[in-house]
């Protein structure tokens, strides 16, 4: 994997630290409720791991496609799902909720991995994670240094946002700085969708 990739990687993990749905508000709220930095601290694993787990998921399903087809059909497939998702996106923005707040480590794990999933988190990443070779070592080796590289992003970016909401700034910045980020979000895939059919 070469060195634009790990930053383009880089740079949709830090994309997706800054959506709030991803994780970090929920951080921020579970500190507020325990008017604790440390319980912020102690939501972002279970939030980063999660993400990370949905991430290679999709992943290691498309390159087990792509060992069984030829890559151009896959390359084609998997354009089709991301825009195809990406315009799902824009037309349907409701949010899945499953968990109050009121929540284990394993319960924040999986609300993580749903989110993620239902965001598309996985396929915005597929376009650039799979470039390059198409043996099983390959395959592996590039999954799971995309998820690396994307997750260590993710987790930076959330930590910061979660740190500076919770100790600075408070979540009533939201109502004054918004910035629609599930239209961004769609956009974003429907274009990684474009670049996996055209590169």
């Not at 694993?45 to 399903?61: C, E, F």
Request: charged share 10%.
């Amino acid at each position: 994997m070469d060195l634009t990739s790990v930053l383009i990687l880089a740079g949709l993990g830090a994309f997706h630290g800054l959506n709030p749905a991803m994780g970090w508000l929920f951080a921020v709220a579970l500190g507020l409720q325990e008017r604790s930095r440390a319980a912020v601290l102690r939501a972002l694993p279970p939030i980063v791991l999660g993400h990370a787990g949905s991430v290679l998921i999709t992943l290691a399903l498309v390159s087990v496609a792509r060992l069984a087809t030829p890559p151009k059909v896959v390359s084609y497939g998997v354009a089709a799902v991301v825009c195809g998702f990406g315009v799902w996106r824009l037309v349907r923005r409701r949010h899945p909720r499953w968990v109050g707040m009121k929540v284990t480590w394993w319960q924040l794990a999986c609300w993580s991995f749903l989110m993620a999933t239902a965001h598309g988190a996985g396929l915005m990443v597929l376009p650039i994670a799979l470039r390059g070779g198409h043996g099983p070592a390959s395959l592996v080796s590039q999954s799971l240094l995309a998820t690396t590289v994307h997750t260590l992003a993710m987790l930076s970016t959330i930590t910061i946002l979660a740190l500076l909401v919770y100790e600075k700034l408070g979540v009533a910045v939201l109502r004054k700085a918004w910035f629609n980020l599930d239209l961004a979000w769609a956009v974003a895939l429907i274009g990684a969708g474009a670049f996996a059919a055209f590169s």
